[in-house]
């Protein structure tokens, strides 16, 4: 049975024992866990992960069998939970043990999971999907926090904050965690102040600088250029990166030739390409002309070799070939 994440209250899941999460809103999972299942539990939560169920399965199903183990209810969370842990729950369901709550906390799953698909067909088990906050929803938050702590603030800092949670509320949370420390004597909240309290998110990774790069995307690509700092080791990965995924355009480029069918293209690539990824994959290959393309891929080579020769001058001639890319037009 699938349920809306804001629909989710004592009431809905009242005499429920199986819930499915999953999504890639870690944040909101967090909140829901936290505010209608653990605080029922105080003493009595028990994580797992999947890989460690799946690798003993008959030590976790005795577990959860025993009367002694379940003196009284108990929440069980499965982390990381994919496919592969389906008939192990189905098991589970069908046995209806006793003084038993399970969460399977997964992250993004495809409308062809089956593990997704058993639970939103199967009637008194939940599913739950998570989906990314949009900054509007997260500025609420921001103006909230504000508000209950009575100081005044911009929007533009407002704006700043959501920007440097990447679109998280997990990583929004901790960021107003130590405002809200700073802030204990303080009436205003300046500028400076939160560039020195919050941290970028985490680390742009190398496979989204690049992604963006390679889609054209300038504004995003220079931006994850500045809130970065690269070492020579990551140069070479970075360019390592470039050069597969420039490959790989090249090589849907052609398929796409053949059959003039951007979904049949993208469905056949090898390997797979993420549900997730495609949009800007489809971006990609539309930047792109075979002729372009081509030359990239050389021209990485000879990137690279320059690199490894001038390791003083690593990040310059990396960020200088980065933003050449994604400010010209191929095409």
């Known amino acids: 049975m699938i349920v809306k994440s804001f629909e989710v209250n004592k009431k809905l899941i009242q005499n429920k024992k199986f819930f499915l999460m999953y999504g890639e809103n870690q944040g909101l ?3 829901t866990i936290q505010k209608e299942f653990k605080k029922n539990y105080p003493d009595s939560v028990y994580n797992y992960d999947e890989n460690e169920i ?7 199903f005795e577990n959860i069998s025993s009367k002694s183990f379940f003196e009284k209810e108990k ?3 499965i982390n990381r939970v994919t496919d592969k842990i389906k008939n192990l729950i189905e098991e589970i369901v069908e046995k209806k043990i006793a003084d038993l709550v399970i969460i399977l906390n997964a992250n993004s799953l495809e409308k062809k999971s089956k593990i997704r698909s058993y639970f939103e067909k199967t009637k008194d088990i939940i599913c739950i999907p998570f989906y990314n906050d949009n900054n509007q929803t997260l500025s609420i938050i921001v103006g909230q926090f504000f508000r209950e702590k009575k100081i005044p603030i911009s929007q533009k800092l407002i704006n700043l904050l959501v920007q440097r949670s990447r679109g998280d509320r997990q990583n929004l949370n901790n960021e107003l965690k130590k405002i809200e420390n700073f802030v204990l004597n303080k009436s205003k909240i300046e500028i400076n102040d939160i560039l020195k309290l919050t941290n970028l998110a985490e680390n742009y990774s190398v ?10 995307n300038k504004r995003t690509t220079i931006n994850i250029l500045n809130e970065n700092n690269y070492s020579l080791d990551d140069c070479i990965l970075v360019i390592r990166t470039f050069l597969l995924k420039s490959k790989r355009i090249l090589k849907l480029k052609k398929e796409f030739k053949i059959n003039n069918n951007m979904e049949t293209t ?3 690539s090898k390997p797979p390409i993420f549900w997730k990824d495609k949009e800007i994959v489809k971006q ?3 930047c792109w002309s075979n002729y372009n393309i081509e030359n990239l891929v050389y021209k990485i080579s000879e990137i690279e070799l320059l690199i490894k020769k001038n390791t003083a001058s690593s990040i310059n001639i990396l960020s200088d070939f980065i933003i050449e890319q994604a400010t010209t037009t191929s095409n």
């Open 75 to 77: 929440l069980i969370i």
């Open 54 to 60: 799946l690798s003993n399965e008959e030590d976790f």
């Open 29 to 31: 999972k967090n909140e």
């Open 284 to 286: 990609q290959i539309k």
């Open 266 to 268: 993208l469905s056949s």
């Open 207 to 216: 496979s989204e600088l690049v992604d963006n790069c390679l889609a054209k």
